[in-house]
């Protein structure tokens, strides 16, 4: 059964975290977050979830609580943006090397500085790295979708990793859309109850976290969180799958747009996504092949299945919604690059940054993109590979 | 309440010999008297601080706790712990735990005066029914003897070196037991290795067995860093607390309690010269540095008696 509504994307995520009914949920507020844990914290004032609230004095400590509440065996989550995500990456690398399977809805906030409010993805992608499962959403549905699926990824026997759900700050995480919710029962139910091996309060069987590891043993502890982390492909299909039996809608590891036949693609994370499946539509309308590839899951990622569904495109644009500061590539273009070098594919590979600090990305941007990776099939001219896209020079 | 010294110290262990803190540390007999405090029947979720006691403690794959036991980072054992603690409230009311836990957070005076601060003093204001135990050597010890907010005036340290134009560190202690207190928490106490450790001991058992957050500031000597034999350290306690430089009291909601108070009040040169981090006090020519270091404990022991009543 689905609910129809219109909510923004913290409303839909906050209403996920309200079906889920977790355990203990501590969080600090930044924008353009602050709305989930407000909203949270009327749902426990109203007595509508048994979870208990600790309102912490930074991130690091919602971070650092969620880690003991977890690993006490409480089904555990947070929620920030930017500088908040920023700092906690001391404490998310041990969430993930503890192997607690913590949910946290980042709303994509530009980092500091300039101090900023609006999106881009330069917070969750500086925790590329920090074996957190990361997920990403086009609109508020794909939101709320992806955190319903959030924890059954996480916990899942093979991979017991925390997962971060992203959306863009302002763009989906505020602006008020058509949704559909999934009935209560159902989530409750999608769900289920979280039962860990192993917690701290376990009376049959004390445990230990967190150990000081010499070399002997760290190089294997981390190998291992590899192999988990790997292991939440398959899971986040599988997952997808039943969530596609409950709800109707399908998800898989990334989706194709027009993809199949074109000779120029896009690939692209987050919100703008729309607006570019806008530009594909208009230009697909005047006959030209062109395609798009939307990132869902970016950790872990899923390199061979992305060069296999860009093996026929002829020239690729890679969107990267932040600096990485290496004069060279955004992280999406790294990734795909990457990927399709180790499968032999070496089409030209325009890499754009977009969009930084919440700069407008339109249809017509879109378009312009377009038009240069065909201008470089006809002219065979790759010219520069890394660019700006609307910057006002 | 009797205090039956045998007793106690033939409770079980819940922090097993074979870890690998030096031998003599003040820490580590901290520690095992805190741990006293819980009664048998209880069991508990220990929360450790990065510190010499974490990583000689549980070296994977061994641990010396026999409790729940779990290491976060350095400044967020506090945080931790209050997470740990919350997770007990909501599993209990849910019928998913069995038995009566109590948490405890241990920190060096590195990971609760300065980095660990800020986790501290929330946990503290959201009043968690947890203990936070700071074990106080007066220095980073487990990076090399650094000093730190609670490292004593004039003590040499390796970022406080005495030197050519360096007498140690320029600076006093901070009073976190006081800080603490401004906290409104319904139990706060000072306390150190003394005579036959009752002090401590009825501290730990009060501290844990209070419904809500309290706080023990516990001095914890280290032989490497305080540079004594390690043979000397209750004798070293003594002097502390005999010179009042570290008054034992606590201060039970909101009401401060002087727990102990010399007949003979020494001059803290006794406690001073034991330790070859003053041994430079102790130089020709120095004299008026002691005189400033005596002045200072005398004035903190004044507001202590006047905040005691006594
Ligand atoms: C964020 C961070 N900064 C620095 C360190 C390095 N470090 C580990 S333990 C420690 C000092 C601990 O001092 P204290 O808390 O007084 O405990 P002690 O070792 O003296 O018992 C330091 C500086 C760290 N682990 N994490
Ligand atoms: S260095 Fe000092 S504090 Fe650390 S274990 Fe040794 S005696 Fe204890
Ligand atoms: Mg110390």
Redesign the interface.
Known sequence: MSIKDRLSGNEAVAIAMRQINP??M?AFPITPSTEIPQTFSSFVANGQV???F?????E??AM???????????R?LTATSSCGLALMW??LY?AASNRLPIALALVNRTLSGPININCDHSDSMGARDSGWIQIYSENNQEAYDNFVQAYRIAEHAAVRLPIMICQDGFITSAAVENIELLADRDVQGFVGEYHPESY????KQ?????????SA?CME?KRAQLEALKNAKQVTLDVAKEFAALSGREYGLFEEYKLADADYAMVIIGSAAGTAKDAVDQLRAAGQKVGLLKIRLFRPFPGEEIAAALQKSKVIACMDRTESFNGRCGPLGAEVKSALFDAQLMPPVINYVYGLGGRDVTVEDFITVFAQLAEIEQTNDGGKKYRYLSLRE | MTYNFKEIMNKKERLAPGHRMCAGCGGTIAVRNILRGLRDQD?A?I?CATSCL??ST????H?A?????????F??AA?????????????R??G????T?KFIAFGGDGGTYDIGL??L???M??NHDMVYVCYDNGAYMNTGIQRSSATPLYADTTTSPVGKLSKGKPQYRKDLTAIMVEHNIPYVAQTTLFRNMRDIHEKAARAIYTPGAAFLNVMAPCPRGWVYETADIMEICRLAVDTCYWPLFEVIEGQWVLNYKPTNKLPVEEFLKKQGRFKHLFKKGNEQLIEHFQAEVDKRWRVLLERCGS
């Open positions: 355990d203990v501590s048994d979870t208990a600790i309102p912490v004095e930074s690091h400590s650092s609580a969620a880690i003991g509440s977890q690993a006490a065996g409480a555990s001391e404490v041990v701290l309060l376990n009376s004390p445990l230990a976290i967190g150990p000081y590891a010499v043993y502890a | 069991q979720v929360t974490e990583v549980f070296m994977y794959p641990t706790w026999q409790d729940s036991f779990i290491h976060n980072t400044e967020n945080a931790t712990c209050s997470g740990v603690q919350a997770a007990y409230e909501v599993l009311k849910k998913r735990v069995d038995g836990y800020q986790s003093s929330a946990a204001e959201r």
